[in-house]
């Protein structure tokens, strides 16, 4: 299994400012994933992040509004940038071991205001 | 691509009923299968998960979900709820290891007393 530590756990953010959420994992990973969750919503998958490549963006996201560092096999940074209360949402880091399952952070809740 | 359809947003049930969640699926090639539960302001957890081998998976507080291939299901079921089973349920494929989960909207499960 994986441990996945996630910074902060929750925000309350003034529009126009940046966001920038820590996951760091336990063990090395080879791929971490970013998701959002709205409220009330699924979870829908923002990117995937390799080390020593860039993120690969899933439609609708872009690295200008969702910029992506993955410096070493166990940690990974999103920020959130430009917020609009629109990014209000739960953020959660995630990865995959094996076939067996993926494992989650406990999440980022952002408040936009 | 794969896609997942949770046919239910919101189940009531009264606590000891029997309950099902359903979720089709949609894939071109083999997926694997999973469960995930989200309790209230907390992270998600996995439930259960199938992989392969025999088609009834179960998990080890009552739930049990059954592979279908033929249907594409892989629905969710309890003979007798608990009011600490409300909790929100998401129903996710992915496609191999090291690739991201895709989820269904999720179903919102409330047990009333």
């Known amino acids: 299994s994986a441990v996945i530590s996630q910074k902060p756990s929750r925000d309350i953010c003034q529009r126009g400012t940046s966001l920038t959420i820590q996951c760091q994992v336990d063990s090395q990973v080879t791929m971490m994933f970013w998701y959002r969750q709205q409220p009330g919503q699924s979870l829908t998958l923002i990117a995937t992040?390799?080390?020593?490549?860039?993120?690969?963006?899933e439609s609708g996201f872009v690295i200008d509004k969702f910029p992506i560092s993955r410096p070493n096999l166990t940690f990974s940074t999103l920020t959130v940038s430009n917020m609009s209360p629109e990014d209000s949402s739960i953020y959660l880091c995630s990865v995959a071991q094996g076939v067996t399952e993926a494992f989650f952070g406990q999440g980022t809740r952002l408040t936009v205001v | 691509a794969q896609s997942v359809t949770q046919l239910d947003s919101q189940v009531p049930v009264f606590e000891e009923a029997p309950v099902e969640l359903r979720c089709n699926y949609s894939?071109?090639?083999?997926?694997?299968l999973f469960w995930y539960v989200q309790y209230p302001n907390q992270g998600l957890q996995l439930l259960l998960k199938y992989l392969s081998g025999s088609t009834l998976v179960k998990s080890i507080n009552g739930f049990e979900a059954e592979f279908n291939k033929s249907q594409t299901s892989f629905h969710l079921r309890k003979p007798s709820v608990h009011i600490s089973d409300t909790a929100e349920y998401f129903c996710?494929?992915?496609?191999?290891?090291?690739?991201?989960?895709?989820f269904g909207k999720g179903t919102r499960l409330s047990v009333i007393a």
């Open positions: 894939s071109s090639v083999s997926v694997y």
């Open positions: 992040a390799n080390q020593g490549s860039e993120a690969t963006y």
């Open positions: 996710a494929v992915r496609k191999s290891g090291n690739t991201p989960l895709v």
